[in-house]
């Protein structure tokens, strides 16, 4: 009988799927501090970003065989502790690329209209101080002819980028493994290839009037920080659904105050569960609690990539119960 611990949760159809086909799965919540015992009890654990599994957490011969991490990266996950004890991991990152990018479009349209501002003001004062509020809140700007900077231009930022074509921006892309030259925008029954000309780090930093970084996590270290965010242009927007502090957050907090930041978005924080009040707070910082990923559409395209590859793994176990 093979026993899986979900234990960030898994999408109710997922669940159905795996009993179906003969797995026990428990959603019980195992607490960080005895998950060492949890890798003694089941054969496979699913986690998402919340639990971490370090080489701490490891017994030396567990039971777990497979580990899967429910989004994009590994980052809280060992890979070289889990290898040396034989545990295989896997991760589920096309299942919700468009999720995560359709959050960093929206973060951004809610910025150039100044909508967030508008729905925390207008319920307080929108019946007294409606003529006011019209003119505090009517300084937007349209996003077509804007250049957009995306770091990273896998899955999600080739996503980002079909967006911000539709909507006439200038896409400018830059990846650390390869060079984009194009990306396929689907329209109708056609799949069109529109050509993209790769550009270099410091030509974004230079140039866009919004970058939005899409890559791991680098180990800690910002991919912006204060030198790359003292040179941007001046109003430059800036968008983080990827990893807390990718851009670093006491760069971003001075950049605003010198004007070079004109407002950012982030989904992702470095103290995650417990963001910087001072980035929450903050009136020129539009914040969601990480939910890039947490549409229903993208949790059942994961849910059902973990059951392919739990079965792909393990086999047919319908006939142990």
Same mark, same amino acid.
């Given at each position: =009988?093979?026993k899986?611990? %979900?234990? +960030?949760?898994?999408?109710?159809?997922?669940?159905i799927?795996?009993?179906?086909r003969?797995?026990?799965?428990?959603?019980?919540k195992?607490?960080?501090?005895?998950?060492?015992?949890a890798?003694?009890?089941?054969d496979?654990?699913?986690?998402?970003?919340?639990?971490?599994?370090? &080489?701490?957490d490891?017994? =030396?011969?567990?039971?777990?065989?497979?580990?899967?991490?429910?989004?994009?990266?590994?980052d809280?996950?060992d890979?070289?502790?889990?290898?040396?004890?034989?545990?295989?991991?896997f991760?589920?990152?096309?299942a919700?690329?468009?999720?995560?990018?359709?959050?960093t =479009?929206?973060?951004?349209?809610?910025?150039?209209?100044?909508?967030?501002d508008?729905?925390?003001k207008?319920?307080?004062?929108?019946?007294?101080?409606?003529?006011?509020?019209?003119?505090?809140?009517?300084?937007?700007?349209?996003?077509?002819g804007?250049?957009?900077?995306?770091i990273?231009?896998?899955?999600i930022?080739?996503?980002?980028?079909k967006m911000?074509?539709?909507?006439?921006?200038?896409? =400018?892309?830059?990846?650390?493994?390869y060079e984009p030259?194009?990306?396929?925008?689907?329209?109708?029954?056609?799949?069109?290839?529109i050509?993209l000309?790769?550009?270099?780090?410091?030509?974004?930093?230079?140039?866009a009037?919004?970058?939005s970084?899409?890559?791991?996590s680098?180990g800690?270290?910002a991919?912006?920080?204060?030198?790359?965010i &003292?040179r941007?242009k001046k109003?430059?927007?800036?968008?983080?659904t990827?990893?807390?502090?990718?851009i +670093?957050e006491?760069?971003?907090?001075?950049?605003?105050?010198?004007?070079?930041?004109?407002?950012?978005?982030?989904?992702?924080?470095?103290? &995650?569960?417990?963001?910087r009040?001072?980035?929450?707070?903050?009136?020129?910082?539009?914040?969601?609690?990480?939910?890039? %990923?947490?549409?229903?559409?993208?949790?059942?395209?994961?849910?059902?990539?973990?059951?392919?590859?739990?079965?792909?793994?393990?086999g047919?176990h319908?006939?142990?119960?």
């Open positions: =009988m093979i899986i611990l %979900a234990n +960030d949760g898994i999408h109710p159809l997922a669940k799927e795996l009993e179906h003969g797995f026990v799965v428990d959603t019980t195992v607490a960080q501090e005895k998950l060492k015992e890798f003694m009890e089941y496979v654990l699913l986690v998402r970003s919340a639990t971490k599994v370090k &080489e701490a490891l017994p =030396m011969n567990p039971r777990v065989k497979l580990i899967g991490r429910a989004g994009v990266g590994l809280n996950i890979q070289a502790a889990t290898k040396a004890i034989g545990i295989e991991v991760n589920t990152p096309a919700s690329s468009k999720a995560v990018a359709s959050l =479009m929206a973060m951004l349209m809610s910025i150039s209209r100044n909508i967030a508008a729905a925390r207008m319920p307080e004062k929108g019946a007294s101080d409606f003529s006011k509020l019209k003119k505090e809140l009517a300084g937007g700007f349209e996003l077509e804007k250049k957009i900077g995306i990273g231009f896998g899955r930022g080739q996503e980002l980028a911000a074509l539709g909507l006439g921006m200038e896409v =400018m892309p830059y990846d650390a493994i030259d194009h990306v396929f925008v689907k329209i109708g029954n056609q799949d069109i290839k050509p000309t790769a550009r270099k780090m410091e030509d974004i930093i230079l140039h009037d919004i970058i970084v899409h890559v791991p680098q800690g270290r991919v912006l920080g204060e030198a790359e &003292e941007m109003g430059v927007i800036l968008l983080n990827s990893r807390g502090g990718i +670093d006491d760069a971003l907090l001075l950049g605003i105050k010198l004007g070079i930041v004109k407002a950012a978005g982030l989904d992702v924080f470095t103290g &995650e569960p417990n963001p009040p001072e980035l929450l707070n903050h009136p020129q910082i539009l914040t969601t609690p990480h939910v890039g %990923a947490e549409t229903e559409e993208a949790q059942l395209r994961i849910g059902m990539e973990i059951v392919e590859r739990i079965y792909t793994f393990f047919d319908s006939g142990t119960l």
